[in-house]
Nanobody
Framework: QVQLVESGGGSVQAGGSLRLSCAAS????????MAWFRQAPGKEREGVAA???????AYAVSVKGRFTISKDNAKNTLYLQMNSLKPEDTAMYYC???????????????WGQGTQVTVSS
């Protein structure tokens, strides 16, 4: 059974940094496409960053240059390094995985439970 568990969220002031982690079990991360999404209260879930099996990446325009997605296949873990955080980055962040490359569309089959990121001004 595929399981994704996010961690690393928290509260930070604008301009600060956080690194989110997503520990995967039940499959080998190198065989999956993976992504980070976020959802703020009252808003739709939006794709933040995605990484394919070869390591190619895609980013939402709003985070490009500030966020970096990466994965450690040996540890079966996905990461999201977030720098220069802004109040509008405040949201619940989710990792997702699938055998299909959905890039930043929220159609992935497997999802974690989320980790909260709050950025204060």
């Amino acid at each position: 059974q595929v399981q994704l568990v996010e961690s690393g969220g928290g509260s930070v002031q604008a301009g600060g940094s956080l690194r989110l982690s997503c520990a995967a079990s039940g499959y080998t991360s190198s065989s999956y496409y993976m992504a980070w999404f976020r959802q703020a209260p009252g808003k739709e879930r939006e794709g933040v960053a995605a990484i394919d099996r070869d390591g190619s990446t895609a980013y939402a325009v709003s985070v490009k240059g500030r966020f970096t997605i990466s994965k450690d296949n040996a540890k079966n873990t996905l990461y999201l390094q977030m720098n220069s955080l802004k109040p509008e980055d405040t949201a619940m962040y989710y990792c997702a995985a699938d055998f299909v490359w959905y890039i930043l569309f929220p159609r992935y089959k497997h999802w974690g439970q989320g980790t909260q990121v709050t950025v204060s001004s």
